[in-house]
């Protein structure tokens, strides 16, 4: 469903409130909301199964969402999603089939940006795109920092003895 | 000047049509290095973001083990861009790249690069988007060294 008018401004407000969209101004994330539409999702309804084929992303407005894992046997939430954060965003750089289920776990509402709109937005060179893409650059680059730290910091404890200088070695480094 | 069937193999850019393919081999330049020459310095911004067309680069990142300093390999195959996280964010470098052989690499620069965005050209986007592609690639490369890092270290009690 399309955002009522008088609703664009809190929605945009939640949009800017996750980092892919912090640096852009009131006005870019109404221009980029309205290239979206939201949804409604009740409680224990699937957003989308792992192995789906990628269609776009979904920022949570509203309620909650669970990336679901399997644990004795039975279903489990094994991270939690709520108002302001991304669902499927790497979606966008690459079109991998989901990863995993993610499903309501109370009635709650998203704002979802299709697969077939941003390839079209890129084509024609909007600037909703580039944005979208800058704020994704900011938040995947900082994980790729973050996690070469932590890879540093292993990588010296491990290359102590000579097994794990071999497994280190084998590993390589990414630049 | 780099001929656009170069670009073919360079894996990400598969994301892009030929003629945008072509588009983009106009905007970089070739840039020939000799053996030794340091193309990325560790703890040093680029200014730049490189792809390997020909030749054999070393990568080194510098640790600490034991007290004593060790140089940790890298990987780095023909066709790969590299220095994309340092001239996206403006970091510094997390290796050193060095010229093994002569080598030839394409580049294209932090201002050119933030042109073309600028310029609704769609080809800027795309080009975001496959370094993006192959950061996350990385990214997943990385998540599974670490994981496994941490099972060994687990596994050893170190």
Known sequence: MQIMDDRLDEVARNLRA??????????????????????????????????????????????????????????????????????????????????????????????????SVFETLIAQGDTRATHILQGLQVEICRRFRDELLVGAELAARASAVDEGRLLVESLGWEV | ???????????????????????????????PVLPGQDILREGSPSSAAFVLLDGQLSVRKRLVVNEQPYELPGILPVGEWFGLVSVLDGAPASARVRAVTAARLGAIGKEDFEALLRSGDPVGPKLLRAWLSSIADQLQRVNESVLMLRLFLEQNKL
């Open chain 2, 1 to 31: 000047m780099i001929h656009p069937r170069e670009l073919d193999n360079v894996s990400c850019l598969a994301m892009l049509s030929v003629e945008e393919r072509a588009a983009l081999a106009l905007r970089m330049i070739e840039i």
């Open chain 1, 18 to 115: 996750n980092p892919i969209f912090k640096s852009m101004g009131a006005v870019e994330a109404i221009s980029v909301l309205k290239a979206g539409t939201t949804m409604a999702c009740g409680e224990g309804e699937v957003l989308f199964a792992e192995g789906d084929p990628c269609d776009g992303f979904y920022v949570v407005l509203t309620g909650r969402f669970g990336v679901m894992g399997v644990r004795d046997g039975e279903p489990l939430a094994l991270a939690i999603i709520g108002p302001g954060e991304c669902i499927g965003e790497m979606s966008l750089t690459r079109a991998t089939p989901r990863s995993a289920t993610v499903r309501a776990l109370s009635n709650s509402t998203v704002w979802h940006l299709a697969g």
